[in-house]
């Protein structure tokens, strides 16, 4: 593990319409769109899934180095978070 404090840098970028677009160095970018609810076209991830899909994915990482740490051998995890 890197020493703290761990830092985590993004940046947004959007015109007056259409995607915004997520970037953090070394990855690859992504492209976000209010969900419909909020009357985007719902097929791009939204703030709403982003915030929803990090909470699951802390808990499944989480999930394996509490399991790799414990010995603890197990085959397959899924997991479902509905809001």
């Known amino acids: 593990m ?3 404090p761990h830092v985590y840098s ?7 319409a259409g995607s915004v677009t997520l970037e953090s160095s070394g990855l690859p970018s ?7 609810e909020f009357g985007g ?3 791009k991830w939204s703030p709403e899934t982003l915030l929803t899909v990090a ?5 499944v990482l989480s999930f394996r ?7 603890y051998e197990w085959l397959h995890l899924d997991c479902k978070v509905e809001r």
Do not use: K, N, T, Y
Not at 30 to 36: F, K, Q, Y
Not at 55 to 59: H, P, S
Not at 65 to 71: F, I, K, L
């Open 2 to 4: 890197h020493p703290f």
């Open 10 to 16: 993004v940046s947004a970028s959007s015109g007056s």
């Open 30 to 36: 992504l492209s976000s769109e209010p969900p419909i």
């Open 41 to 43: 076209p719902g097929d």
């Open 55 to 59: 909470l699951i994915d802390c808990f």
């Open 65 to 71: 180095a509490v399991a790799a740490a414990s010995r």
